[in-house]
């Protein structure tokens, strides 16, 4: 809701709700000699457990990983650093923190989970279309994905699911609380309709019939504890998580990190795939921020 406010009045509703947070496969992890029970629950221990995944070969590889998509790296890698007790973004949301020491800790590890062949290797072209498809296939052992994926991503006897939350090198939990506002135009023609439409989607049926039925999280946080998230352990996590999430504001977020041309690729992809951290791209990116 907080994105929709502008001098303290509310400009839209919430339609969808998406939290990140890592999947897993709990027969790669058998399979592997993993306790699908006791998943991971720091970023170095979730790298060492992907390396074993990986060395199970046969095509199977521990991290399918989004590298070249600039909003999913938002979305997944953001929550690491604020688990690490570090800010992304500064208040007014026109500088960013990605140069400290917390920060690197968390590209340092996706670095060398790439270089040491434990994520796949059409990761670093992955722009979030087939990532999805590449973890329901049952060749990966982690991936990070939104909440929305548990309702359209397949079980089968290669993958069943599991989800554990996003955390930092050494511990701690976040989630990035994204999804969908809703809204009227100013200039719509058709405001009546338009405030019925937003009214049929925010009553219980459709919360639960539509959403909550089918693995979505329903938009209604008074919802959240219905029978069918309650009935399944991983979206009882994922509504945990709301509570510790966070939504990163700026006025020029877009541009800046979910531009496909934008600094924030640029960047991470260097700190990532490249030769680390670099300071020439981290001033780039902040003066995308500041305009």
Known sequence: MASAVYNQKYYAVPHVVDASSIYFNKVLFEKAGLDSTKP?????????????ISAL?????????????GGCLAFTLFPSIWASGQKVLNLQGNTSYLGTPKAKAVFDIYAKMWKDGTMAVGS???????????????KAGFALLGSKALGTIKESDKLKIGLVALSGPDGGTSTFVGGDTIGISATSKNVDAAWSFLQWTLEEKQQIDI?????????????????????????????????????????RF??????????????????????????????????????
């Open 57 to 69: 070969g046969g095509g199977v590889d521990g991290l399918y990983f989004p590298g070249n998509c």
């Open 211 to 251: 959403y909550a039925a089918k693995n979505f999280m329903t938009s209604r946080r008074d919802l959240a504890d219905n029978k069918f998230a309650l009935a399944d352990p991983r979206m009882v996590l994922l509504n945990k998580l709301l509570a510790v999430g966070q939504s990163p504001y700026s006025a």
């Open 40 to 52: 991971p629950t720091t970023l170095k221990d979730m790298a060492i457990a992907a390396a074993k």
């Open 124 to 138: 670093k072209n992955e722009a979030g279309a087939t990532q999805n498809a590449v973890f329901e296939s049952g």
């Open 254 to 291: 877009f541009q800046t990190f979910n531009d496909a041309n934008g600094p924030w690729i640029l960047f991470v992809r260097e700190a990532i795939f490249g030769s680390g951290v670099s300071k020439t791209l981290l001033a780039k990116l902040n003066s995308s921020l500041s305009g």
